[in-house]
């Protein structure tokens, strides 16, 4: 084996370079995580919890989501979720688990 064949090229890119090569999860996957997240919700707000976080904790996980590799025009590469809106709900979480 050369030398040449043993090297893997693991290249990291901006987020805006590399927006053009992520691709959002298939209609089903997105479907199913809407209602998930729906049904969620949902429940949250019949125990008689609140639904929604604080702005706070609202602002903190869009600076994460804003700095995300995985963020495409304010939606998420790895769930289809627009993130503006699914940052503010109590029960949903980050798919890459960052908040």
Not at 49 to 59: F, G, I, Q, S
Not at 66 to 79: E, V
């Amino acid at each position: 084996m050369s030398e040449e064949n043993d090297i893997i090229d693991v290249t990291i890119c901006p987020q805006e370079e590399c927006a053009e090569e992520l691709k959002m999860p298939g209609m089903l996957d997105m479907a199913k995580n809407l209602m998930r997240d729906g049904k969620n919700i949902v429940s949250n707000a019949m125990q008689g919890n609140t639904t929604l976080v604080d702005d706070t904790t609202r602002d903190t996980r869009w600076s994460t989501c804003q700095a995300c590799p995985f963020l495409q025009k304010d939606r998420c590469t790895k769930c289809g979720c627009f993130m503006k809106v699914k940052v503010a709900f109590k029960t949903s979480q980050c798919p890459e688990g960052k908040w």
